[in-house]
């Protein structure tokens, strides 16, 4: 009887861990199934950690900078391990966060910068790769209510990283003033990137 008690137990509170790619697969198979529990689709909820199996990540860790419509940009792509969003949450993740400042290129002010924001209000959190791809997406919010979407990121073959910014097509508020401009480059627009030494 301990046996089984003991056995039980262990299915009750059975853990997984899946790679960030195994993840993204699970999850769209799932949310673009017309009857996913018919299907008998896994649902992944028994999966506690999101890891970085292959280390895809490190690739783009370090700080970039690149110039666009005369704005300066800098980078701080940061790997985090096992991140938790609430401490009490039943998953963690191997994610990137992004420190980023923005300067106009004639006059050198601080055009936005999350620098000085704490890590979970930093507004520039590392979601998961596109499908097959090798873009990388991270969920970004600005100055201001409308300024929330998804940004894209990209190595091609130079070297250089290529980063663009879609808003979210449901976005509608009146917090942003008029003539407000997205402080990202919103797609098809993105910012070409040299990684510093």
Same mark, same amino acid.
């Given at each position: 009887l301990l046996f089984f008690l003991v056995v039980a137990n262990g299915i009750a509170f059975a853990q997984r861990t899946v790679s960030l790619r195994q993840f993204e697969a699970i999850k769209n198979a799932y949310r673009n199934s017309p009857d996913p529990v018919a299907a008998g689709l896994d649902e992944g909820d $028994?999966? +506690?950690y999101v890891k970085d199996v292959d280390n895809e990540l490190n690739q783009f860790v370090g700080v970039w900078k690149g $110039? &666009? @419509?005369s704005k300066n940009y800098e980078f701080n792509f940061v790997k985090y391990i096992a991140h938790k969003f609430k401490a +009490? $949450? $039943?998953i963690s993740f191997d994610l990137l966060m992004c420190i980023v400042t923005v300067k106009d290129n004639t006059t050198n002010n601080v055009i936005y910068t999350n620098l000085n924001k704490p890590v979970g209000l930093k507004g520039f959190t590392g979601a998961n790769f596109q499908g097959n791809t090798n873009i990388y997406t991270l969920n970004f919010s600005g100055n201001c209510y409308n300024e929330h979407g998804t940004v894209f990121i990209d190595i091609k073959a130079n070297g250089k990283m %290529?980063?663009? &910014? %879609?808003?979210a097509p449901d976005i509608?508020? @009146?917090d942003c003033p008029n003539g407000f401009t997205p402080v990202l480059p919103v797609s098809p627009n993105h910012v070409i990137l040299t990684k510093q030494p």
């Open positions: $028994d999966i +506690t $110039d &666009f @419509n +009490t $949450d $039943d %290529s980063l663009s &910014f %879609s808003i509608q508020s @009146n």
